[in-house]
């Protein structure tokens, strides 16, 4: 197929064909049509020290005590960052066309091995600054040992027109507990390409939380996979979107051995024009028996023109397992409004209240009282400017 | 003067033609205690509805003077603001809010509305701490998300509860003892008296008299096909229950 369609202008600008509508996968995120101008890789931009001091300090967790390793325009900030590089290996399967173009065009990532008990967060921020359209990669690594346990804030930020491309690999070794919690809040005019491989160690605790609501064009793929018993995954996210911001998310939870949970619980935010996709796969292997797996989505709209389309699938190959999913879409709940409304709470402040709370239980998988509060603030600030202008 | 004065009032439903309150007339001064009983379908909930300003009813004559403004004309915060209060038959669940923030964000609501101070936190808890432990309301309820997993009898209580915390002019009471069991229901009623007062009205709509053995009311009218087709005192009550609703019914017709 690749051979008789003329690349596009940003395919020939990346040197790779871009997914497009007729993979499965990408059917709601054709790319070689949303992608409308070249992002040429591997530029070097210089940032200004006012810029980056500007975007660091605009971090949701600025005021979250946390070790700090900023990457700027995909380069290592040694001034900003408190945290060095480690020499872990990437090992992660290099399957899609997200990936691909990754490990071509990375320049630089966080590369962490986490061991003992890390009680302070790890920040680790990736700046993209204000200048001509261009692809910013960077690829990490980070390795939880046996027994170890660690927080790590991934905080994706920027102004002006980019492409940031962004694979994060974590193994997380047995006995261990990672809390992760990624917020992209790039620039609205930045496209978002993301993936996230998580390999998933026996009696692990894993929560794992995304906040999408930054770019016009997201898409985040994540690939989780249980290899020993007895773990436990909490995968959450929120989706705040307006204007005309499209994102997709697509994840696949792989359980190859038995004995383990997966939860996954997405709440989505869509005003304006907005579009939201939520696309998850639930694999059993052979022999993965006792595995309890449930994943819902559930889309709030807030006009008749946004839009969340839902691709939930079970893939079974065990027959003793709990397996579920459940997927939502739809407006506030009339009686909701009403029964507050005739408590005497006005009408703006019934829908923010609500609105909030259906956001909020995606919240509960983050579990560090500061990070929470700052998301909570986050999303109420965002539901100021936005749910209540009708 | 009057606290609420119901004049010929006729309402459908948006979507509908036919009348479901065909005509109704009421008059409720400060202090007493109406009883609303009649047969399912007579347009008891539609009436208490109307009154709270559910959307979906449209009122085609007739009008609703409340504190002498047309209550008709404000919307159901305005309304709660100005004191009126509808206790609901089925207490709707609010995931994700927390009955504690609900009351707060309700209270200083209508005290914003009306002018007043907003109270502070700690006066507001110990307030509200007070109250709920008279109804048996646990401070882990207070902490659940309003009325999320709480049991019939459970959802009453904390509707009296609010009740209680926003203290209005006109509480209205819609079938406030289905599914309840004679032990839930006696504490609901006490809610319910201790609220009782010179300058509070309320109207207790029920299908059954035995809610009137424990808030016994002034006057007790039926209500059949849409209008108060026969009032009296408490007597008419008991009198309802033992000959049932067929005579009103018939004679409605």
């Known amino acids: ?390 | 003067m009057n606290l609420l004065d119901i004049d010929n009032l006729h309402v459908k439903l948006e979507d509908e033609d036919r009348d479901i309150i065909r005509g109704l007339s009421l008059t409720v001064k400060p202090g007493e205690v109406h009883a609303i009983m009649g047969p399912n379908g007579s347009g008891k909930s539609t009436l208490s509805y109307v009154l709270a300003g559910r959307e979906g009813y449209e009122v085609t004559e007739g009008s609703v003077t409340f504190k002498g403004e047309d209550l008709l004309e404000m919307s159901p915060d305005q309304r709660a603001a100005k004191g009126v209060f509808l206790a609901f038959q089925y207490p709707i669940e609010i995931p994700g809010v927390a009955t504690m923030q609900f009351l707060k964000v309700a209270l200083n609501s209508q005290r914003k509305a009306r002018g007043e101070k907003e109270l502070s936190t700690p006066d507001f808890m110990r307030m509200v701490k007070e109250k709920a432990a008279k109804l048996n309301v646990s401070p882990d309820m207070l902490k659940r998300p309003v009325n999320v997993g709480f049991s019939g009898g459970e959802k009453k209580r904390a509707e009296i509860l609010q009740m209680a915390v926003l203290e209005p002019s006109l509480c209205i009471l819609d079938e406030t003892d289905s599914g309840l069991d004679i032990d839930a229901l006696r504490v609901v009623a006490d809610g319910v008296n201790a609220l009782r007062s010179p300058d509070r009205a309320m109207i207790v709509i029920t299908h059954y008299q035995r809610l009137l053995d424990y808030i016994v009311p002034d006057f007790v009218h039926v209500l059949s096909k849409g209008r108060i087709v026969k009032s009296g005192d408490k007597h008419l009550a008991l009198e309802l229950e033992e000959k049932g609703y067929a005579e009103f019914t018939e004679s409605a017709a």
Not at chain 1, 362 to 374: E, L, P, S, Y
């Open chain 1, 1 to 390: 197929m690749s051979t008789v369609i003329a690349r596009t202008a940003a395919e020939e600008a990346l040197g790779f064909q871009l997914p497009n509508r007729r993979m499965e996968d990408w059917r709601w995120t054709d790319l070689r049509q949303l992608i409308d101008k070249p992002y040429p890789p591997r530029q070097h931009v210089m940032a200004k020290p006012a810029d980056v001091e500007r975007l660091v300090a605009s971090s949701l967790f600025a005021g979250v005590a946390a070790t700090r390793m900023v990457f700027v325009n995909g380069e290592y900030d040694a001034k900003h960052s408190k945290q060095a590089n480690a020499f872990v290996e990437s090992t992660a399967a290099i399957d899609d066309p997200v990936n691909l173009m990754n490990v071509a065009f990375a320049t630089d990532g966080a590369r962490l091995r986490i061991e003992g008990n890390v009680d302070t967060p790890i920040e680790l921020v990736f700046i993209s600054t204000d200048a001509s359209p261009r692809t910013v990669a960077t690829r990490n690594v980070i390795e939880i040992a046996d027994d170890a346990s660690a927080t790590i804030i991934e905080t994706h930020l920027g102004e002006g027109s980019y492409l940031a491309s962004s694979v994060m690999e974590i193994r997380i070794g047995h006995n261990a507990r990672l809390d992760r919690i990624k917020v992209e809040l790039e620039s609205h005019d930045a496209v978002h390409l993301a993936h996230c491989h998580v390999i998933v160690g026996r009696n692990v605790t894993f929560r794992d939380f995304t906040l999408t609501t930054g770019a016009k064009l997201n898409r985040q793929n994540g690939t989780f996979r249980f290899i020993g018993e007895f773990a436990d995954a909490k995968i959450s996210g929120a989706f705040l979107l307006a204007g005309k911001q499209h994102a997709d998310t697509a994840l696949v939870v792989d359980h190859e051995v038995p004995n383990c949970a997966s939860r996954e619980l997405f709440k989505c935010v869509m005003d304006d024009h907005a579009r939201g996709i939520f696309q998850g796969k639930v694999i059993v292997r052979p022999g993965a028996q006792k595995t309890d797996g449930k994943q819902s989505s559930h889309a709030l709209l807030l006009t008749e023109t946004a839009e969340f389309d839902a691709k939930p699938e079970l893939e079974i190959y065990a027959d003793d397992v709990a397996c579920g999913h459940g997927a939502t879409s739809g407006d506030l709940n009339h009686d909701h409004v009403f029964y507050l409304k005739s408590r005497g709470i006005p009408e703006a402040e019934a829908k923010a209240l609500l609105i909030a709370a259906f956001v909020g239980e995606a919240f509960d998988t983050v579990h560090q009282d500061g990070i929470r509060t700052a998301l909570e603030d986050f999303a109420a600030r965002w539901l100021t400017e936005h749910g209540r202008k009708r």
